[in-house]
């Protein structure tokens, strides 16, 4: 394994943090500092010899620090390959050094971000000499270390020191890959920002960068592996904040985010969605925050076990006791207050989040396979009511336009085939991930019977895609359902309408489908 003296290191950091243990470790070992800027002014406080960067190059900055790394006696003491002799011999004419380790960190367009608007500042915010030592310095692993993350500092400190002054190749592989981790999560960002302030959703080359934001106990399964990743410029949080339970687990997150994008449509009263394998198995809106809750239960109790339930208010005494009386794993929720913690609390493995400052900030839906991917903006069109067209005799009162969008909202969220039964912005029954839509109707109307019978005569029933054949229907008309709601779009839609005007009952078309797969 090859081993290389660290005779020169160049640091060139905008986050100071952690330098003074590089620092005592290189004056130990003898090795030449060579800096500028704000880094070498902190080299100076802090007490350590460092070489300013314009004097070793003979060469002042300029274009306000724009240009200053950018020489060749940076790059050459970088690129070169020591065991090349032609490489030793144009190095010995221009008496360039070599440069065996760089410490880098990049201006921070993230914060920049985040905290303007001005796109004057955040240009100037994109790091250009950083990036490309780091690149080069990379590039050369075999003779040059490079250091990209504070949090190396320390594994630095131990090769060195377990070397005495050195290197193993080994580590400067492995930093190797890590800086170029980095550059290419900077240029993501970098070309994802340009995309956004031109709204380029569909980039020819799309870049998703996402920085790690723990590793989990495992993924769907015992047997596989998994970590949760942050694709956004605050890269350190998801949004959400645990206050108490078990460490989250893929699962739990799947379940949360499928939650979430249901919770973010119920805004006009208090809304409780449960989850369960990332289908709602209960949805309800009321103005009282407990009914909401009891009505998401009743749905569909026994699915409900174990699952997750999100609620779009905050959580109180009287509701915690309410939320207690059931099994679940995650509570999300708009704050709790202090009576609410002490009780729900009391089930230790209980994850309890608090959601009142999550903020949706992606408009799209990816999904990966092997070496593909597929992009989509994701499904926020519920229906145009101007477009609704009623295709039936008896026509719909106000009321149950209301009721036909909520079920037709939810219907977006459950795996297709997918039909929603409900009544009073309450599901009743939910049929998902049927191959045939009779199925699905089946099912829906199966656990309506099984633990909302007195609620299915009247209710809505909403399907994510036009109805292909009678029999569906028919079924729903039979159960007590009286207002359909559907895509249309089907050759045999004359016939389905046909069907329903003889059952008298009410159908809309909307023109517009919601697969969910």
């Known amino acids: 394994m090859m081993k290389l003296k660290i005779r020169n290191a160049l640091i060139s950091v905008s986050d100071k943090e952690n330098i003074t243990s590089l620092l005592k470790s290189f004056k130990k070992y003898k090795i030449k500092i060579i800096s500028s800027g704000g880094t070498y002014r902190s080299i100076k406080k802090l007490g350590y010899e460092c070489i300013e960067l314009s004097k070793y190059t003979g060469f002042k900055e300029m274009l306000d620090g724009r240009v200053k790394t950018l020489h060749p006696k940076i790059h050459a003491g970088i690129l070169h390959d020591r065991q090349n002799r032609i490489h030793k011999n144009e190095m010995s004419k221009k008496k360039f050094p070599a440069i065996d380790l760089i410490v880098v960190n990049f201006y921070p367009f993230q914060k920049v971000v985040m905290s303007t608007k001005s796109p004057k500042n955040i240009i100037e915010n994109i790091d250009i000499g950083g990036p490309t030592m780091v690149r080069a310095a990379a590039k050369n692993f ?61 980039p020819e080359r799309k870049t998703i960068f996402g920085r790690k934001l723990k590793k989990l106990r495992y993924g769907e399964n015992p ?154 903006d994701k499904d926020k069109i519920i229906f145009n009511k101007s477009k609704l067209k009623c295709v039936t005799k008896l026509k719909p009162n106000d009321k149950e336009l209301a009721e036909i969008r909520f079920a037709f909202n939810i219907s977006k969220y459950v795996k297709s085939n997918a039909i929603v039964l409900s009544n009073n912005f309450s599901t009743i029954g939910i049929g998902a991930g049927q191959p045939s839509r009779l199925d699905s109707c089946n099912i829906a109307i199966q656990k309506a019977k099984k633990y909302s019978p007195k609620k299915i005569k009247n209710s809505v029933a909403a399907s994510d895609a036009f109805f292909p054949f009678t029999d569906g229907v028919k079924t729903l008309v039979k159960a007590g359902v009286k207002l359909i709601i559907q895509p249309g779009g089907s050759i045999r839609d004359q016939e389905v309408i046909n069907e329903a005007n003889k059952a008298k009952v009410k159908m809309i078309f909307t023109g517009v489908r919601h697969f969910n797969h």
């Not at 800086?179 to 380029?200: E, H, V």
């Not at 998801?238 to 919770?263: C, H, P, T, V």
């Not at 099994?327 to 309890?352: C, H, T, W, Y």
């Open 142 to 202: 075999r003779n040059v270390a490079i250091i990209t993350n504070k949090n190396d500092y320390s594994n630095l400190i131990r090769e060195i020191e377990e070397n005495k002054g050195k290197t193993s190749l080994k580590f400067r592989e492995i930093m190797s890959s890590k800086a170029f981790g980095l550059t290419a999560y900077y240029d993501a960002m970098i070309a994802n920002w340009f995309n956004k302030k031109l709204n380029i959703q569909f």
């Open 223 to 376: 047997h596989q592996e998994s970590s949760i990743y942050v694709n956004d410029y605050n890269d350190r949080q998801l949004g959400f904040l645990q206050l108490n339970g078990k460490e989250l687990s893929y699962n739990n997150y799947n379940d949360i985010f499928a939650s979430l994008e249901i919770l973010e449509t119920l805004k006009n009263k208090a809304g409780t969605v449960i989850i369960k394998h990332a289908n709602p198995c209960g949805v309800s809106e009321n103005k009282n925050p407990i009914d909401s809750i009891k009505n998401a239960y009743a749905c569909d109790p026994v699915s409900a076990f174990g699952g997750v339930i999100a609620c779009n208010f905050k959580i109180n005494k009287k509701i915690s006791l309410e939320i207690s009386k059931n099994f679940i794993e995650v509570i999300l929720a708009k704050g709790f207050d202090k009576e609410s913690l002490k009780i729900l609390k009391k089930k230790k493995n209980l994850r309890i989040i608090d959601i009142s400052n999550y903020k949706f900030k992606n408009s799209l839906s990816i999904k990966n396979f092997d070496n593909s991917f597929l992009i989509q």
